[in-house]
């Protein structure tokens, strides 16, 4: 099956959440997905499900998180907190004029939609995860397994203001570019999709803002401390994971689905990386519609 890109009918606007604004990509009509992207990324790392879900009946919307793309960027590392973030998760629910969504997240979104559906389960319908721990699996982890430590080691350079940028920028974006589109199998990345992510990173205080999640929520001195808590995940939920994932061992699936108590359903890709939406989009629409019906 050819892969389709989100054009046409997707609407792209900026919606008011709270304090701030952040600018959304809005398609279909029916039942409410929000759709979460990760680092470094942006609501384009949805092009494939959006449509897809339009199609299959559904409203489709994926945010540009805030401090990415052309959503608002707070200058303040706190004011990339994990409350702040997940108040604008929930900000957004509301300025949408719905009491409940169905909640996908990959990677850093995946940390956000984790923590909505603990903080908020009467909030999110059903959690789709896509290659992204539950934060206080991911925390214990750094803390405990010596191998996810490794894996983990780029979150410690982060912390260093300015390196952390030069470092992902220089030589024309190269450590970023080996991080994502060199992460990635051969063609999941098209030329004109690696300029739209560096065209938005290149933008003044772009970096700044992404690294801010690591900044306000992983400091070094996290990594010595006991992990904060969450309350156990009820809402029914499906993690998708690419095994292949550079950067995500195993053994943090195996730690996030004993966070939830509800019903859960795991499905793991053979060989696809840390990218997997977008790696494999006909799979993981086709894994999405067949959860959004069963769970609608």
């Known amino acids: 099956m050819a892969r389709e890109n989100a054009r046409g009918d997707v609407a792209e606007h900026r919606i008011s959440v709270g304090s701030i604004r952040l600018a959304i990509r809005d398609t279909g009509a029916g039942d409410p997905v929000v759709m979460l992207h990760g680092f470094p990324e942006l609501s384009y790392s949805w092009r494939y499900q959006l449509p897809a879900l339009a199609r299959a009946g559904y409203r489709a919307i994926a945010p540009d998180l805030r401090g990415y793309g052309a959503s608002d960027r707070p200058a303040t590392v706190d004011a990339y907190a994990v409350p702040a973030l997940v108040g604008d998760v929930v900000g957004l629910i509301d300025a949408l ?45 750094r803390r405990d397994d010596p191998a996810q430590r490794a894996k983990s080691w780029y979150m410690l350079l982060f912390q260093f203001v300015g390196v952390a940028e030069s470092w992902l920028a220089d030589n024309d974006f190269a450590n970023l570019r080996e991080m994502v589109f060199d992460n990635a199998a051969p063609g999941t990345f098209s030329p004109e999709d690696v300029r739209v992510y560096l065209d938005a990173f290149s933008r003044d205080g772009a970096l700044t803002a992404a690294l801010n999640y690591y900044r306000a929520n992983m400091p070094a001195a996290a990594w010595l401390r006991e992990p904060p808590q969450l309350p156990q995940i009820t809402t029914p939920t499906m993690v998708i994971w690419g095994e292949a994932d550079t950067f995500l061992g195993l053994g943090l699936l195996e730690r996030s689905v004993a966070k939830v108590r509800g019903p859960v359903r795991v499905e793991r890709l053979a060989g696809v990386s840390h990218w997997v939406q977008q790696e494999v989009p006909d799979a993981v629409n086709a894994l999405l519609v067949e959860w959004l019906r069963s769970t609608s």
């Open 97 to 141: 004029g719905y009491d409940r969504v169905h909640l996908v997240g990959h990677d850093w979104g995946g940390g956000l939609a984790w923590a909505t559906a603990a903080l908020h389960p009467d909030r999110v319908r059903s959690l789709v995860i896509a290659n992204a721990p539950h934060p206080v699996a991911s925390a214990e982890a």
